[in-house]
């Protein structure tokens, strides 16, 4: 007898994000490519992530998709993404992504900062 195992996706998307990318990829005439999201380094704040459209899959990466939307992950960004949330915020200097990540790693590079970090 085999077993079921829910798989859940590395990184979700907020209904609000997904609908803010479709807008983004329709406008920019690339209803075709995917949401790539990756680790771009390490800072005094925790990790640094970034956000690109993309028109194809690497062999190596991750491709989910969430509501709609194709996302890749890269492996060496797959760890350090596992359980991040990606969502668009409105404020009064303009709306963005943002990326909510639980992971311990996520919330603080070198614990003796801004005197250590460069």
């Known amino acids: 007898m085999s077993e079921t195992v ?6 979700t998307i907020t ?13 920019r005439g690339l209803a075709d490519h995917f949401l790539r ?5 390490m800072g005094c704040s925790g990790l640094q992530y970034g956000l690109a ?18 996302v890749l992950i ?10 991040a949330r990606i969502d668009y915020v409105e404020s009064p200097q303009g709306g ?11 919330a603080s590079a070198c614990g003796s900062c801004p005197s250590t970090c460069s």
């Not at 890269?74 to 359980?83: I, Q």
């Open 6 to 11: 829910e798989r859940s996706d590395p990184v």
């Open 15 to 27: 209904d609000l994000a997904a609908e803010n990318i479709r807008r983004l990829l329709v406008e």
């Open 37 to 41: 999201v990756y680790v771009a380094g």
């Open 53 to 70: 459209l993309d028109e194809a899959p690497q062999n190596t990466d991750t491709v989910i998709e969430s509501d709609g939307i194709r």
């Open 74 to 83: 890269d492996p060496n960004s797959l760890s350090y993404l596992e359980g």
């Open 96 to 106: 963005g992504f943002k990326i909510d990540n639980p992971n311990p790693l996520a």
